[in-house]
């Protein structure tokens, strides 16, 4: 709007000086004192305008900070589970198949008490881009303690989040990384057949195939089958 009324004003104004123009009566010179009101209300104008970006940005920067796990870069534990609350409410509707991954690092205490909590930090951001890799940007990943890890696949069935879990496995395994041995992750998933839309009840059972990985040698994946029932006990896929 700015630009367009001093477009006009190239067609109309005289190009008389400041002082000439200051020497005329009011009624003489209403496109002056237009000009000057215009002018006012741009100054204004602009000052709002760019205190209301500088606010929003800052209020954005803040926002991420407070979702963002800052080693890694991937949603922190309040970000994944607000996420996946949203996420599985919409599945619910549509009636959408999910499936949840839990990831822990194998034998990362050792690691941080033996080389390090840099080469512990190390392994964490390589795993969170391994697992980025694997997943669809409107899947919900999150890092939700210290060396564990989430994962909720939309619209994925038990054999899309095998796959997924197995990928991921193999991947971080053969990583080469700057230590003095490979390492490892294991893997428990849950869908919602057996877990429904409730992430607290899919976290669980994701929770109890990943203690099954960890009791049986590490570096796998196991899977609370859908063969089982809440009244049964729960029969488990194993992957190595």
């Known amino acids: 709007m700015h630009a367009g009324f001093y477009i006009v004003r190239a067609f109309v104004d005289d190009g008389e000086s400041l002082a000439n123009a200051l020497s005329k009566r009011e009624a003489e010179n209403h496109f002056f ?3 000057l009101f215009e002018s006012m209300i741009y100054a204004i104008g602009i000052a709002y305008i760019t205190l209301a970006m ?5 209020e954005l920067k803040f926002k991420a900070a407070a979702y963002t796990d800052m080693l890694t870069g991937v949603g922190n534990r309040r970000a994944f589970m607000l996420e996946s609350e949203a996420a599985l409410a919409e599945a619910r509707v549509r009636q959408n198949p999910m499936a949840l991954l839990i990831f822990d690092l194998d034998n990362f205490k050792r690691l941080n008490d033996t080389l390090g ?3 512990g930090d190390q392994a964490l951001v390589s795993f969170s881009q391994v697992v980025k890799a694997n997943v669809r940007l409107s899947d919900v990943f999150g890092r939700i303690g210290g060396e564990e890890f989430a994962c909720l696949l939309l619209n994925a069935n038990e054999q899309d989040a095998e796959l997924v879990a197995k990928n991921i496995c ?14 490892s992750v294991s893997i ?3 869908t919602h057949e057996v877990g429904g839309y409730t992430l607290s009840r899919l976290l669980s059972l994701a929770d109890e195939a990943l203690y099954d990985a960890k009791k ?3 570096n796998r994946v196991r899977i609370y089958s859908s063969a089982s029932s809440s009244a049964a006990p729960a029969t488990i896929i194993d992957y190595e």
């Open 188 to 190: 428990g998933v849950a």
């Open 54 to 58: 500088v606010r929003e940005q800052a």
């Open 33 to 35: 004192s237009f000009m």
């Open 170 to 183: 193999l991947q971080f395994h053969h990583l080469a990384l700057p230590l003095p041995k490979s390492q």
């Open 216 to 218: 049986d040698g590490r």
């Open 117 to 119: 909590h840099q080469a």
